[in-house]
């Protein structure tokens, strides 16, 4: 296991050396300059620029001092967008929105769509099953932005029920972006839980346990459900690449000063170390949480970490 | 019961002798496995359902801008947003022409002069919804489909060799797709759209450039586990080249899985393709697909939400469709779901 997990840490770190070095290459060789207005400026006052951000030294003393940076988590200094502020301050500062509606939408759509396909599985082949069904299909195929505005448009303009956009009502403006990113995971879960508990229902186990004379309750939720929720763990990565996804786009809908929508921006205006500290903040992320998941599942199920050790 | 059987009438049975030519006859015709994969795919109303949606939109994307009577990105300033009006469902009280205009309800069409019908109504600069939505479905088909073809050409040979070769041609092509999938798809596809010159190649490429991965694993794994098969070892020994083995009988056995694979890689294409126009990362003005018709009509969707919910409806139709028509698919090839 060990040996697995220090194997896993070592590609995790090609992985993002890698990243960082193409997003750097990639990022000198973008048309467009970061400085704003920088046709107006006189050669000298350019350079005085150019100087402030390090922008006039050979492009491999760059990259070596953009490298070290990042080990010691420093993503150097935003050109034009936040003027001179730290790139990794930035990141944090936006973090809080993005994280709560992010964990609030994985939070809601993981349980409704746990609840979904049990009840489906529970009541194979009847109307609910098939409501269930719908929705799952409904939530994997509309994307998060149409199902985002939809949402705006309804429950935001028309019933005015919730904030419209911005992040000034605290937990009310949370409360539609976060059910906008809940749709994927709810789906997947749904759909997941759904074929899980049927293989489980179907198990010897679950026949013994009725012989035994168990109720219905407690065969679903002491036997079929647990089991059938281990493997629940090996979406959790699609999951949280969805969440991220979304983010761009929600936090774009609905106005919220997060990550995502702070990342949009900053393409926008060729805000160079932006670009670059979000895009590795992002990978890191999501490297991470994979990584995890690999190890819980391996933790759990220890037939996975077998296989998984020797791959 | 065994009591009994004196009580049945004698003459109600006859004996059947024993035809040693008709114990071998097979009472069935044969069924092939795509001919099997079909019976069950036509049981699934679902994906025969969305098979035919899909054929019916594929139909309108291509000839859909040919019939209506404006071209998709002429703009007619006076004709700027009118809500849809289609000439027989008008009377049913929708589709009418009717849109508010200061809070009250009219019909802007007779309020504009306009005598002809927009079935899909117009946007901001008068152009017409109808022929715009089919254009756009059209280029984001074609994005997807190209993009799919790409991810599959590239996903099956790059697997193929991976699992066929194994040992160290295996290892080192299997560490290069580790790296590769560790970084966020996400990721790649932004970055390469912004260096690119916005447009239809600079998306395909975005999304092709770490899009075949998935489909190389799944490939990889298919050939691994039939290649040590014994038929594969029975035609080896018989003298059978490695192309042969490939394409005679190691590709029709991963075929349903390539199939599987591809229905599933469309729609999630189609799906960047309109996440990417969302965020103002994909084509550019004039040109449309179904995420930038999204977009246009996201920034009126107070005022004109006819705009937006065309290009949306559809856009959802079609992932459902795929959706739909890959879960089938699944359900049909995939021998380890049948019963």
Redesign the interface.
Known sequence: MARYIGKRLI??F??LA??AT??FF?MK???GSPIASADKLSPEQRAVVEARYGLDQPLPVQYFDYMFGLLRGDLGISINQFKGANVTDVILSRMGPSAQIGFQGMLLGTVLGILFGMVAALRQNTWVDYGSTIVA??G????S??FA??L??WFG?KWDLFPVALWKDGFMSSVLPSIALAMFPLATAARFIRTEMIEVLGSDYITLAKAKGASGSEIAFKHAFRNALIPLITVLGPMA?SI??GS??VE??FAIPGIGEQF?KS??VNDFSI?MGT?IF??VF??VV?LIVDILYGVIDPRIRLSGGKN | MTQNYEKLPQDAFTRIPRDTQEAEKISKPSVSFWQDAWRSLKKNKGAILSLILFGLILIMSLVGPMISPYEPNDQTITHANLPPKIPVIENLGIMDGVGTLGGREVDLYEMKNVEQNYWFGTDGLGRDMFSRVWKGTQVSLFIAFVAAAIDMLIGVIYGGVSGYFGGRVDDVMQRIV??LT??????VV??FI??MDPGILAIIIALTITGWTGMSRVVRGQVLKYKSQEFVLAARTLGASDSRIIWKHLMPNVLGVIIINTMFTI?GAI?FE??LS????GLQAPDASLGTL?NDG?KL??YQ?HI?LFP?VV??LI??A???IGDGLRDALDPKMKD
């Open positions: 590609y995790m090609i992985t890698l990243i193409f997003t990639l060789i973008l048309p299909i409904i994997i195929s509309i994307p932005f149409v505005s939809m705006q448009y303009l690449v991220l996804t761009l786009v774009q809908i949009v393409i926008m670009i895009t992002f990978s999501l490297i994979i | 580790e790296i560790g970084i966020p798809n996400l990721v932004i970055l912004l260096i729609p799906f309109a996440f969302f965020i103002g990362l999204i996201y969707i107070q939400p937006l949306a856009l959802s992932m459902i795929f959706n739909l």
